[in-house]
T-cell receptor, first 114, second 113 residues
Framework: AQSVSQHNHHVILSEAASLELGCNYSYGGTVNLFWYVQYPGQHLQLLLKYFSGDPLVKGIKGFEAEFIKSKFSFNLRKPSVQWSDTAEYFCAVKRSSGTYKYIFGTGTRLKVLA | DGGITQSPKYLFRKEGQNVTLSCEQNLNHDAMYWYRQDPGQGLRLIYYSQIVNDFQKGDIAEGYSVSREKKESFPLTVTSAQKNPTAFYLC????????????FGPGTRLTVT
């Protein structure tokens, strides 16, 4: 069965530190990849997505992610975090065809210290 | 504004009672979803529907039921058979095709005592 792994469950960083959150998935076919963010008390919202083309995708608020097909990975990065990035981050995967199911990772709680 | 509404935001029920959570979308999306969010477990899919009058079980459908009589609405009933119903429930929708991401509602926090 498809699965998504987010190995970092809790991350604490100081402001201006660089961020990298890991995401690995288990499906060998063509996939669509997503990172969502849930700020405290707010809806889940899309940070960025990958469907095809350039494996380095840029999203909102200075986030980017790199799709490495050979490693089944889609890691999220930000060069310099801010206190307002404190949130929970979810990676999600969907097979490109034949299903409407999105598989989510368990999430990473990021706390940024001012 | 287009979006997904879930009501109520907080819901309290006694054990043994069925309860229905509302989800409405005005995004004209064909697909709708129900997830359960528990700390440390991410989002787990309960049910999803690709089209009106059709729905499929997700990974944790036991103790839940849904209906999809209208494109805009996808209510979830938490039955008394659900052994651990206290959780945060999220509704989502998406357009058809591979290129669409999901849009999420604000969620309903259900507490059963």
């Amino acid at each position: 069965a498809q699965s998504v792994s987010q190995h970092n469950h809790h991350v604490i960083l100081s402001e201006a530190a660089s961020l990298e959150l890991g995401c690995n998935y288990s499906y060998g076919g063509t996939v669509n990849l997503f990172w969502y963010v849930q700020y405290p008390g707010q809806h889940l919202q899309l940070l960025l997505k990958y469907f095809s083309g350039d494996p380095l995708v840029k999203g909102i608020k200075g986030f980017e992610a790199e799709f490495i097909k050979s490693k089944f990975s889609f890691n999220l990065r930000k060069p310099s975090v801010q206190w307002s990035d404190t949130a929970e981050y979810f990676c999600a995967v969907k097979r490109s065809s034949g299903t409407y199911k999105y598989i989510f990772g368990t999430g990473t709680r990021l706390k940024v210290l001012a | 504004d287009g979006g997904i509404t879930q009501s109520p935001k907080y819901l309290f029920r006694k054990e043994g009672q069925n309860v229905t959570l509302s989800c409405e979308q005005n995004l004209n999306h064909d697909a709708m979803y129900w997830y359960r969010q528990d700390p440390g477990q991410g989002l787990r899919l309960i049910y999803y529907s690709q089209i009106v009058n059709d729905f499929q079980k997700g990974d944790i459908a036991e103790g839940y039921s849904v209906s999809r009589e209208k494109k805009e609405s996808f209510p979830l009933t938490v039955t008394s058979a659900q052994k651990n119903p206290t959780a945060f429930y999220l509704c989502a929708s998406s357009g058809q095709g591979s290129f669409y991401e999901q849009y999420f509602g604000p969620g309903t926090r259900l507490t059963v005592t």
